[in-house]
């Protein structure tokens, strides 16, 4: 089984577990850039986490190395490692 259909998988079931308890996206009443996707973030963060690699490495099919580490930050504050 090649890699990346275990990984999807592995990513489908990471994503029904850590998905229901994100924090709501804030309202940005000054408009700017759209948030970047939740999903894609937690992806981001997973890359990280398993390749040891630094933020700003992250890889461009995943938002930028600082976004999901911001992302990372919000879970971390909110308390959504500890529930999942």
């Not at 970047?36 to 700003?56: F, K, M, Q, T």
Request: hydrophobic share 35%; aromatic share 8%.
């Amino acid at each position: 089984m090649p890699s990346t259909l275990v990984e999807g998988n592995l990513m489908d079931r990471l994503w029904e577990r850590v998905g229901p308890p994100l924090p709501a996206a804030k309202p940005m009443p000054k408009g700017g850039r759209p948030r970047a996707d939740d999903r894609a973030c937690l992806e981001g963060i997973v890359y990280v986490l398993r390749n040891g690699v630094r933020w700003r490495d992250v890889p461009s099919e995943f938002p930028s190395g600082p976004t999901c580490w911001r992302r990372h930050m919000e879970c971390t504050a909110e308390g959504v490692w500890e529930t999942v």
